[in-house]
């Protein structure tokens, strides 16, 4: 069983920044990707980035350059820092994590509650 923590979102005018972070708890899995998705009010959930367990990453067109995924200091833990922010940013943002249990058989897909996040123009 995984279970997922998400902090760091709020309300900021446009070209501020915030850290999103997600930390996953739990024993007996495997993470082998985490990501951070949104859904802006009245539109479909979309990836915003993904990072392997290799270090590879990949973004949303729209976040490009002013979003950066990295692995944060704890354990299975991701952040997600985002620079500046714009009024389409505006959604609530969930963490998303994908692996494998320790024994290599059953898939694992757990995501967050979700977190608010803001942007005023």
């Known amino acids: 069983q995984v279970q997922l923590v998400e902090s760091g979102g709020g309300s900021v005018q446009a070209g501020g920044s915030l850290r999103l972070s997600c930390a996953a708890s739990?024993?007996?899995?495997?993470?082998?990707?985490m990501a951070w998705y949104r859904r802006p009010p009245g539109k479909e959930r979309e990836l915003v980035a993904g990072?392997?367990?290799?270090?590879?990453?990949n973004y949303a067109a729209s976040v490009k350059g002013r979003f950066t995924i990295s692995r944060a200091s704890a354990r299975n833990s991701v952040a997600l820092e985002m620079n500046s922010l714009k009024s389409e940013d505006t959604a609530v943002y969930y963490c998303?994590?994908?692996?494998?249990?320790?024994?290599?058989?059953?898939?694992?897909?757990?995501w967050g509650q979700g977190t608010q996040v803001t942007v005023s123009s």
């Open positions: 739990g024993s007996g899995f495997r993470l082998d990707y």
């Open positions: 998303n994590v994908r692996g494998l249990t320790t024994d290599g058989i059953r898939p694992v897909d757990y």
């Open positions: 990072l392997t367990s290799g270090g590879t990453t």
